[in-house]
């Protein structure tokens, strides 16, 4: 995928994202304010969340969208990479970017219009103030927790998924979840040398193992109340064995043999509105497509079959009130 320098689209490597031993890292976001500061204040009618179907870190953002019952005030459109496009794309009809009545087709033209000089990947999710005419945030472990607390004087009440008493373990197992589960199955699908791979293929499983065992003990990843980190790494487990097990080469086993893995999946999904906002054959034709991340030829595998539908045993765990 390319990226803009210097305000100009450009499909060379400039931004590279491998190491000398050929592991991918992602590289950090450039937009870094926050709905709730002065200039960006939690108004109605005023944002605007860009994310993909295809895309996990976005992933996490519609569903905390979706878990604090944001519909209302963060309008969301999704975007979709095509072949031999530039990016993240709305396809040949194009997009009038909010707040303004410039059509758009593809969403570096947006962060143009923000910082017409930039040098960055364009990525998803993507925060925009129709306002300002500016791109709040495109990070998206910053974008959860802002949804988690900037509208709390003016949406529904909702549950706090980064309760002050459980925040300094919550940011210890993101810090677990992002290495050995969100990162590693990237490293394993997109590093370019055996050694790079050798090493995620074996963070991953053993992260997965760590979780396992963690899960036999309690309800959730941070005890037995739901939190962020839950739905940080809810989007790679969703996309495991669908996605990931084949098509990113992570198939020492599938997740649906782990018994507390796949039970806890099944009922994250199972959470009110989380279904609707888990759209599991757009993520397969994300990741297959010809424009997809790891080089398919196009055609989308039927298998396997899981269904997130039925009947978990996390009951068997106390769960806190």
Known sequence: MGQLVDGQWTDENVLVQHDAKGLYFKRDSVFRHRIGEPEFPAEPGRYHLYCSVACPWAHRTTLMRTLKKLEPFVTLTDTFQEEGGQGWSFGEKGHVVPGTDKRVRYLHELYTIADPGCTTRVTVPTVWDAKTRRIVNNESSEIIRMFNTAFAGIAEPSPDYYPEALRSEIDA??????????????????????????LSIKALFGTLDELEARLDRQRYICGNVQTETDWRLFP?????????????????????????????????????????VCDIEGMKRGVFSKAGPVGSNGIVPIGPAVDYSRPHDRGRIAKAN
Not at 173 to 178: D, K, M, Q
Not at 187 to 197: D, K, L, T, V
Not at 252 to 263: G, P, Q, V
């Open 173 to 198: 197992t993101n810090a677990l979840v992002l290495k050995g589960v969100n990162n590693a199955v990237n490293g394993c699908g997109y590093s370019i040398s055996q050694e790079a791979y050798d």
């Open 236 to 276: 790679s487990l969703v996309r495991f064995d669908p996605c990931y097990y084949v098509g990113y080469k992570c198939n020492l086993r599938r997740l649906d043999e782990y018994r507390n893995l796949s039970n806890y999946l099944r009922e994250l999904y199972q959470t009110p509105g989380i279904a609707g």
